[in-house]
């Protein structure tokens, strides 16, 4: 078990590279770690468009530019040469005779496989009829072949045809109609990240690559489930905030109020790249999720703190006097609120087992983000609120207090049940 051995996966897998000995005939070796996170091989470079040619040619070279960056191995594509082919082309003197790839093509596979001369149906099935040659004559070499002219005439094939071989591929792949090749590889953490290999690619080396064969290149495997992931919660935080600014605007009855709860929720990420800095973590996905958690919590901290404030300027406070007496009544309150959710992650912070290294990211940005913003909280959401106090006055505008002046002897005319609260009397 991963707890009890001081040996880990990468080491051995080091190891094992290390003591692979060439192997003839081998074209590639690839030994891989099981890992968590987004589908696909830590780096996938999809090449598009050109023939298969031009791709392999390509793929090779983008294969020796990866191998040049430390820590990435594993270097592999995916359009692996096959058997040997036999290349047929019309000669000048085939083309004069009337011939054509199309019916050259035909006409030899019709010599090895035959040809369909009918179909019909019987009872359920349908029936296939083929024409072919004796046995004994579909085993012979293919320059004994006769070709038939348009005309009638019957030619040798080795007159008409050139034929070449090379080395054909094992299979091609498509994607919308168009052919493509991955290169794949592995990167290992300890060196490098694949972040940084794929914006060095970007920059330098693959340009170049794609426009000398006029191809066009693409990120897929991790880098292209990351980029979606990213997007998706990209949406949910643009809805989340504006959920947020709903709900406070009807709490407080103010279209400004909010603004200056909502100012804190930047100010959490700066806690949260600390955490990651200080631990030795790199901000994941799962750093982000929290992120739109601990705006939720700050956004509380900053509720207690505005409300109070609030009340003291309804009581006729001036806006430098509700703020330090606001600050003063609920810095236990906002103390509390953070410290009891930075002690109930303090226990997976301090985790050694592997199987919490997945969670630890999201528990460094919560903790982290929210013992560093916690005394933002008392010093930013002060100073902005003052600032929209500043600018009110400045332009003139009363504040719209949230008390309300009511005749008391028309209250006590009103039916029992059309009070809605009990009114404090005269002395009380």
Do not use: C
Not at 361 to 366: K, S, V
């Amino acid at each position: 078990a991963s707890e009890r051995r001081t040996v880990r996966t990468r080491e051995v897998i080091s190891a094992w590279r290390a003591e692979l000995p060439p192997i003839p005939g081998m074209e590639s070796v690839t030994i891989t770690e099981q890992r968590g996170g987004p589908p696909g091989r830590a780096l996938d470079i999809r090449l598009t468009g050109g023939d298969p040619r031009e791709l392999k040619a390509a793929a090779l070279e983008v294969r020796d530019l990866l191998a040049a960056f430390d820590g990435v191995s594993d270097v592999d594509d995916d359009l692996p040469y096959g058997k040997q082919e036999l290349i047929l082309g019309v000669s000048p003197r085939g083309s004069a005779l009337g011939f054509t790839t199309e019916n050259v093509g035909r006409q030899v596979r019709n010599a090895f496989e035959g040809a369909i001369s009918k179909r019909f149906a019987r009872d359920d099935e349908e029936v296939t009829v083929r024409v072919q040659l004796p046995e004994r004559e579909q085993s012979r070499a293919l320059e004994d072949l006769f070709l038939r002219t348009p005309a009638g005439l019957e030619v040798p094939l080795t007159e008409v045809v050139t034929i070449t071989e090379q080395s054909g591929f094992s299979r091609l792949r498509r994607e919308d109609g168009t052919r493509f090749v991955s290169i794949t590889a592995e990167v290992d953490t300890t060196v490098t990240r694949s972040n940084a290999v794929v914006e060095s690619l970007r920059t330098t080396g693959l340009p170049e690559i794609t426009a000398k064969y006029n191809l066009e290149f693409d990120f897929a495997g991790r880098a292209e489930e990351q980029a979606e992931a990213f997007g998706d919660l990209g949406l949910g935080a643009q809805i989340a905030l504006v959920a947020i600014y709903i709900i406070l605007a009807w709490v407080f009855a103010s279209y400004a109020r909010p603004i200056v709860v909502m100012t804190i929720i930047p100010f959490g990420l700066i806690g949260a790249v600390i955490g990651h800095l200080a631990m030795g973590f790199d901000l994941t996905l799962l750093s982000f999720v929290a992120l739109l958690g601990l705006s939720g919590i700050l956004v509380n901290d900053a509720i207690i703190l505005v409300d109070q404030i609030d009340n003291r300027l309804d009581d006729g406070e001036s806006v430098r006097d509700a703020v330090i007496g606001g600050v003063q009544d609920r810095l236990r309150a906002v103390l509390l609120t953070s410290l009891t959710t930075v002690g109930g992650l303090a226990p997976l912070l301090f985790e050694t087992s592997l199987q919490a290294q997945f969670l630890l990211p999201m528990a460094i940005t919560l903790a982290w983000g929210l013992a560093t913003a916690t005394f933002l909280v008392l010093l930013v959401v002060p100073a902005v609120l003052g600032i929209q106090e500043d600018a009110r006055a400045l332009f003139g505008r009363k504040r719209s207090s949230r008390t309300v002046d009511i005749d008391l002897e028309a209250y006590e005319a009103l039916p029992e049940d059309d009070k809605v609260r009990r009114i404090p009397r005269p002395g009380e």
